[in-house]
């Protein structure tokens, strides 16, 4: 174990069980870069590849399965889950992140309201890009599976909880955060076998992740963010919350865990500098203050 595992009293032997959302893997895998010695067997056998994604786990969490997670916050049926279940879920803001509209690049609409939005992805009231401000082209709303992170960001801030439409979740649901980058940005064009049809298609994602995905694929370069409510999201308008959506990463535990447990003393790390450097070093953004 590293100096710095040492100083926080972790060891092989209470290394805490850690999982978590695509968009939280790095997170996880600093930490053990942070603890144990890269190029050790013990690195490279137990270095963390995969994620259970969001809502499983809060599933492992509340079941008391794992020690902790690092997720997006939890959605009202996630905390109904957990309050039947008779568990109090603590939690500990470790990075700041927001949830954003997209739309391809070419598309000539800048922004969407809050109003837009829900009258969009719960009445299906809104079907032509002109209504805001864009071209006279269909507007085709992708929206996410339930279980995934992005989607209980959107629950969460825009719809309350509220049902989406039903023709949406049938129709025009993407299971991944990659391909809702991909479905966004190529939709128009129909596909490897389809036709280029009339419209372009609005999703949302999480700001961090499109950027990351960006310097990997390039995929930014085919995509335009929404400003929402006339707040454009930047590193900036996130950290200090002037973003409507405006929310974060967070490292979950069960209230009941102990003080001098191991989770604990890796959420102390990821709250102090060297965990806040690791968190930007990620191309996330660290919390104001």
Known sequence: MTETAQAFGITPENYPLIDGSTSTLGIVQAIWRAMLHEGSAAYEDGFPQTASKTVPSYHLLIDGDVDMIIVPY???????EAEDAGVELEFHKIAAEA???????????????REQARSIYLDYGIKDWSELGGQNRELVPICRNS?????????????????????????YVELTMEGMLELVAFYHNGGLDGK???????????????????????IGEHLKILSYDGVSPTMESIADGNYPLSDGYYAVVRGELP????????????????GQTAIEQLGLIPCAG
Request: overall charge negative.
């Open 99 to 113: 949830l954003i509209f997209i739309t391809p690049a070419e598309n000539t609409a800048e922004g969407i309201t």
């Open 196 to 218: 280029p049809t009339d419209s372009y298609a609005l999703g949302y994602t999480l700001y961090t992740y499109l950027q990351n995905m960006t310097d990997i694929t390039g």
């Open 147 to 171: 279980d995934s992170g992005s989607q209980s960001q959107m629950d969460n801030l825009v719809l309350e909880n509220e049902p989406m439409h039903p023709d949406i979740q049938e129709n």
């Open 74 to 80: 939890a959605s009202a049926d996630v905390m109904e």
């Open 259 to 274: 003080d001098d447990h191991s989770a604990r003393a890796a959420i102390s790390w990821l709250e102090g500098n060297e």
